[in-house]
């Protein structure tokens, strides 16, 4: 079992920087692949970046050279570094974690905001 805890998140001014942690506690989060997904107002949650246990990474096109996700296995920590925050980047992201036998885990969520 794995409990995910995100912070991080707050209100960002266009072009700013934030970033985004995920703390697991339990067992075995080396072998989990971790992600983040978010979900703004009126939307449904979509993925926006991902990596798995041996440390590739995934992004979506619209975060592709903004945003690095990132591991730290000594600290169960996973990272969401995000660059020139853009409005379309407003909303609660989510950490997700997923081993190969489909034990699925979500956190509660952190709200990114960018406004001017």
């Known amino acids: 079992q794995v409990h995910l805890v995100e912070s991080g998140g707050g209100l960002v001014q266009p072009g700013g920087s934030l970033r985004l942690s995920c703390a697991a506690s339990?067992?075995?989060?080396?072998?989990?692949?971790m992600g983040w997904y978010r979900q703004a107002p009126g939307n449904q949650r979509e993925w926006v970046a991902s990596?798995?246990?041996?440390?590739?990474?995934h992004y979506k096109d619209s975060v592709k050279g903004r945003f690095t996700i990132s591991r730290s296995n000594a600290e169960n920590t996973v990272y969401l570094q995000m660059n020139s925050l853009q409005f379309e980047d407003t909303g609660v992201y989510y950490c997700?974690?997923?081993?190969?036998?489909?034990?699925?885990?979500w956190g509660q969520g952190t709200q990114v905001t960018v406004s001017s």
């Open positions: 997700h974690a997923e081993n190969s036998s489909g034990s699925l885990h």
């Open positions: 339990g067992s075995g989060f080396r072998m989990y692949a």
């Open positions: 990596i798995t246990s041996g440390g590739s990474t």
